[in-house]
Every structure is written in structure tokens, then in C-alpha cells.
């Protein structure tokens, strides 16, 4: 069943002023930079009302507004509780932001932590399994864009798709991340208001009494809290959601970038701030059997209950909630992914001595290519997005243990943290194709983890924290440092 509320035509018009909108204030901030530390890092002094807005906008994406609804429908109740466990993500990383900042006050990337930390060997492990997540989650995003569309309006999905990249590139190609995290203050204020209004519509219309008699007759199995893989759903994602945001330099971007004794404070906030939003986005799916609603595709339930619920008028409604929630996290990924490349794999292998000045252009150069590429990948559209998010689960469970260690003890060498990625990946995706995509992340990290504390007892290193903060301009990349 199909559900098409919204014409073509608003729906193009929608699109096209948000992103005009978008791409001006993208310009309009984007005047201020003056430097490469504007441009990639804000002038590293965000305060704490956009620092807290950012993480929590950032983390509010079409996993949460698409993918925690198909979950709730696949998974029942652990689905969406197990979900809104990726709030672990922020609050545990709060910590970490601090030590981050403290470390390493003139970083860049994750990827400097790991070139000074660990050496060559795990630095490159790291970066292919950061870069294999970055496009994944970029995948997604310009998937949901194209599924948001043609659930909503009818419009076709490689059409919403190639609109929302081309929207997001500009204003970030324009703006850096100041124009990103001024764009996530007001997306985060549109996305809390319109996710609570769909939640309070659903009880209110459809009831919650009506909800489990239906769910009961049709699906008992979802509200069975003994579903197994449910239960394995559930710890595997408390993981992936640790894995994603400790590994990824979409938050150490932000470590860097917030001002001195705010990072702590803000991904605290933004994490408690989230916990509830997939409980209420997830608990619409379950009114689908209720409202007569079998979707396709079972990432196609939320907007398509949505829109049940409100109407034509109440779909461009949720339209601007998910396209809100789809640039939030478009523009991070592509601002925090462009500088992994550009100070990473440019200036630390291929350009040691290139200057600011070009440097900065290679970063807009690599911000274009990646829209193009991430439009590339997109057009077969060959996964459902839960499918395709759990898949890179396995890669960045691996990261956990090696960043934590590495922050927090000196002994773990470079040789050991770089196994524990390349063998935590290598049986998480063996166990996602032979178990599945719920046990992924589980199995990466649990082998990361004994990997890690086989490293540090047969080989004790004793790391100088000080080398951490050894962030050289125009000096080629020291090769290790074991």
C-alpha cells in the first residue's frame, strides 16, 4: 500500500526554498572564515547552546526518523527502546570530548589521535574503516532523501535523492563548519517541536488502547519481550551507536572546535535530549496495523504513517521535519569526512608540505567529490537503510576499545590497537552475513576487546601523552610511533 498526500509540485517547491534558504545562510556565515581552522573547525570557539544543538541535530538523522520506525516495525518494543540506546553514544563520548580537547588542543581529525598514538600500521587501518562507515552513512542519508520524497509525494526517489546532496554540498562547500553548525541550531529547534506534535497526533487519533489490541492480533511477536533477535538488536546497537560516534570524526571535529570546558557539557546535554526521540518516532510504527498501513519497504513506514495521521497539510509537515533532520546530519558528514581526507590521506601521504592556502582548496575540491560519489552509490538504492547502517556497524565497533585505551592508558601499542580493528571488522562481518546485521557490531567490538588486552599484557609501551599535541604544519608524517 501507497500513501501520496502531497503533490509533486509542493513537494518540489518545499525542496527548492529550503534549500535556497539553506544555501544562502551557508553563504552568509561562510564570509567569516578567514582561515583553514574557520573553515574546518569554526575557529575552534563554538559556545555551548550551538555546541549542545549541533550534537544533538547531527545525531538526529534518518536513522532516527526512518530507520528507529522500521526497526519498532521489524523488532516491536526492543527495536525502539534498543534504538534510543545510541544516546549512550553521546553521553559516553562527553568524557572523551574533554580528554580530546585536552590532549590534543591544536587537533585536527580522529586521524592525527591515531598517527601520533599508534603509528602507521593501525593509522591506516583506522582511516579504511572510518572511511568505509563515512560512506555508508552517506549512502543512507541520500537514500532517505529519495525514499523521504517518494513516500510522501510520489515523486521519484532519484530525483529527492540528487536534491538533497546538491543542497547540502553547496552551503557546506560555502559555509564550512560554521555555516553546518548555525544550519543545526535551527533544524534541531524544527525537528523537537514536529517529532512531538506526530507523537502526541498518533495517541490522540489512534490510541494507545487500539494500538496493542491490533499489534496483539497481528504481531504478538513484537510486543514479546523475549523476541530473541530483538534482544540481540538491542546490545548490538548500544555498541554500533558507541562504535559510530567514538570513531568518527564528526564528533572529534566538534571536540576540536568547541570552546575549552564545553565539549563535556554539550554531548552530555544533547545525549539526554535525544535518549527519547527514537521511543517517539519508533512508537508510530507500531500503529501501522491500526491504520491499515503495509508498507513496501519497511523503511517506508514512518513518513507513510506520518502523513496517514496529518493529511496533505500535516505531510509537508513531517516533509520539513525529515529534510530538517537529513541536512543535519549530510552537511556533518561531508564537512568532518572532507577533512579526514584532506589532512589525513592528502597532507599526511600523498602532500606532506602543502600550505594552508591550498589545502583549504583541496578541502572544497574533496567536498564536490564526495556529493558526487555519495550520488553515485545512491542511484541503485540496493539496501533497505537499517540494513545498510548495521552493515558498517561492523567497522566501527572495532574502533572502541583502541580509542578508549588509547585516551585513557599508555601501554597499548600500535601494532595490538591495529589488529583489534582489522580482526574485530573481519569476524563482525563474518557474523552479520552468517548470523545477521543485528549481531555485527556485537561480535566487532567483543573481538576488538580481547584483541586489545592480549596487546597490552604480552607488550606493556609506556606513551608520552605529550606527543599527542605534536600537530606539525608543514612536516612530513612521522611513520610510528611504538
Not at 557539557?265 to 491500526?290: E, N, Q
Not at 506520518?306 to 500535516?314: M, P, Q, R, V
Not at 529534510?323 to 601521504?349: E, M
Not at 602543502?354 to 550520488?375: A, P, Q, R
Request: proline share 3%; aromatic share 14%; glycine share 8%.
Amino acid at each position: 500500500m501507497d500513501i501520496v498526500t502531497i503533490p509533486v509540485s509542493w513537494a518540489l517547491t518545499i525542496l527548492l526554498l529550503f534549500g535556497a534558504l539553506w544555501v544562502m545562510f551557508g553563504w552568509w556565515l561562510g564570509r567569516k572564515n578567514r582561515s583553514l581552522d574557520d573553515f574546518m573547525l569554526a575557529g575552534r570557539n563554538v559556545g555551548f547552546a550551538f555546541a549542545s544543538a549541533t550534537a544533538m541535530a547531527t545525531w538526529i538523522t534518518s536513522n532516527t526518523t526512518l530507520v528507529a520506525p522500521q526497526l519498532t516495525y521489524q523488532f516491536g518494543i526492543w527495536g525502539m527502546v534498543g534504538y534510543s540506546m545510541a544516546a549512550l553514544g553521546l553521553i559516553l563520548f562527553a568524557p572523551l570530548a574533554a580528554r580530546i580537547k585536552k590532549l590534543m588542543p591544536q587537533g585536527y581529525t580522529c586521524g592525527d589521535f591515531f598517527r601520533l598514538r599508534y603509528g602507521k600500521f593501525a593509522w591506516i587501518t583506522f582511516l579504511i574503516v572510518s572511511l568505509f562507515y563515512a560512506f555508508g552513512w552517506l549512502v543512507s542519508l541520500g537514500m532517505a532523501g529519495g525514499i523521504l520524497l517518494s513516500s510522501l509525494s510520489g515523486l521519484d526517489y532519484h530525483i529527492g535523492m540528487t536534491v538533497i546532496i546538491v543542497v547540502c554540498v553547496l552551503y557546506t562547500l560555502l559555509g564550512g563548519l560554521r555555516a553546518v553548525i548555525a544550519t543545526d541550531f535551527v533544524q534541531t529547534i524544527i525537528i523537537l517541536f514536529g517529532v512531538l506534535a506526530i507523537g502526541f497526533i498518533c495517541i490522540r487519533d489512534v490510541g494507545l488502547e487500539t494500538i496493542y489490541t491490533s499489534v496483539s492480533e497481528e504481531s504478538p511477536q513484537l510486543l514479546n519481550l523475549l523476541f530473541p533477535a530483538a534482544i540481540m538488536f538491542l546490545f548490538n546497537n548500544i555498541f554500533f551507536g558507541i562504535g559510530e560516534i567514538f570513531h568518527s570524526n564528526v564528533w572529534w571535529s566538534r571536540a576540536f572546535a568547541f570552546k575549552e570546558s564545553i565539549g563535556k557539557r554539550a554531548f552530555l546535554l544533547s545525549g539526554i535530549l535525544w535518549f527519547p526521540i527514537p521511543i517517539v518516532t519508533g512508537f508510530v510504527a507500531l500503529s501501522a496495523s491500526s491504520l491499515g498501513i503495509y508498507p513496501p519497504s519497511a523503511d517506508m513506514v514512518g513518513p507513510m504513517i506520518a502523513a496517514k495521521l496529518l493529511g496533505s497539510i500535516g505531510a509537508v509537515f513531517v516533509f520539513i521535519i525529515v529534510f530538517s533532520a537529513l541536512a543535519s546530519s549530510l552537511d556533518s558528514l561531508l564537512a568532518a569526512t572532507s577533512d579526514l581526507i584532506t589532512k589525513d590521506i592528502y597532507k599526511g601521504l600523498i602532500n606532506p608540505k602543502v600550505d594552508e592556502k591550498d589545502l583549504l582548496k583541496v578541502s572544497k575540491y574533496i567536498i564536490i567529490s564526495l556529493g558526487v560519489f555519495t550520488w553515485l552509490l545512491c542511484l541503485p538504492k540496493l539496501a533497505t537503510l537499517g540494513e545498510l547502517l548495521n552493515f558498517t556497524g561492523a567497522f566501527v565497533a572495532s574502533t572502541i576499545w583502541p580509542i578508549v585505551f588509547g585516551l585513557y592508558y599508555k601501554r597499548l601499542s600500535g601494532i595490538a590497537a591495529g589488529l583489534a580493528m582489522f580482526l574485530g571488522t573481519t569476524f563482525g562481518l563474518i557474523a552479520y552475513f552468517t548470523i545477521g546485521f543485528y549481531v555485527a557490531a556485537l561480535v566487532s567490538c567483543l573481538f576488538s576487546l580481547l584483541i586489545c588486552l592480549f596487546g597490552m599484557y604480552f607488550k606493556n609501551i609506556n606513551f608520552e601523552w605529550s606527543r599527542l599535541n605534536d600537530i606539525p604544519s608543514n612536516k612530513r608524517v612521522p611513520n610510528h610511533v611504538d
